[in-house]
């Protein structure tokens, strides 16, 4: 749900019918998720909704679709994103200070390619935790690409390509924290692998924020990550597989392998898996599992990886196989997976149970 043009998603909405995000909301009315994360939806760079999130759940997602069940989500956070955030440098070398390719993260406009929260529970605003601002020449042993950026870039860019956040979210009086991100994809570099890079090292950056690592200073100036003993769930379009693609395997499969993961769902017998995705044949040739893939390259990107200290019940994604009536929901007209038909990712879930702390 993203346009280079700023506002246009917005006025988009306006139609009510708009088959694409008809579509798009059916699918989240049939899944029916407590908490949902939502990459690329524009909203205004510097947070909070321009109007474009109020109207997709009253006008899409609380009105009945396709004959799925309407859904209420009285709870909405849209934070601030680096995407469209110009520079104060040249960084591409053309001589002037242009978006997308001056920006702390690639966007047309502030706010371009932002992602947003949507939650049937409270969420506590007060407690929210954000390293937008984290500089990429301070994380530890980074890989930003040598002689490749001007000096002044280096000293000012930002390693999170939209953001990292720690979002509580209060359930039945319990804390579940949300950690939130979309690093950058792998491509659409060149050989010094600026892209990949930085892939890897927002990677490194949530695995940081789950060891509460010392060096981590958030937006506040607070240092470290999440509380030890922190019950929390990494959500994002991660943009890296462990198995396939163009990006540096390490850091997803340090973070997927992590001892704080939980183990089944990250890489075991309970990782999310579809009917369609087996039936669906990309145009690489790929080695990861085909029940995995939530992406129409072939490829596992999107995640939902709850904390070991959680209980797990079931988990999947959306990708119904040929048979399935519900597989117009992901189609054309001609019966063809097309990122036009609604979006070229599908939606994670994984169902959890908190288990009750003794206070």
Known sequence: ????QPGKIHQRLKQKDEPRFTKLAAIIQHVRPDVLLLCEFDHPGEGGDDGALALFCAEYLEVP?????PITYPYRYAPPTNTGLAMNVDIDGDGEITLPNDAQGFGEHHGHFGFVLLSRYPINMREIRSWQRFLWQDLPDHLMPKGYYPEAAQAALRLSSKNHLDIPVEIHGQALHLLCCHPTPPVF??????NARRNHDELVLMRAIIENSDFLRDDQGNAGG???GSDFVVMGDLN???MDGDGMKS?????LLHPKVHRSVASGRMT???LGGRFYRPWQPREGRASEWTHLSGLR???VLPSASLDVLQSGVFWPDKKDPLRALITDETGRDRPQAGSDHRLVWVDIALKRREI
Request: zero cysteines; charged letters at 30%.
């Open 226 to 228: 999440l509380s030890v």
């Open 240 to 242: 890296a597989d462990m």
């Open 272 to 274: 999310p898996k579809s």
């Open 251 to 255: 850091a997803i499969r340090q973070l």
């Open 1 to 4: 749900m993203s346009d280079p």
């Open 189 to 194: 570099d060149g050989e010094e692998k600026r």
């Open 65 to 69: 679709q396709h004959g799925q069940t």
């Open 301 to 303: 990107l999107d995640y």
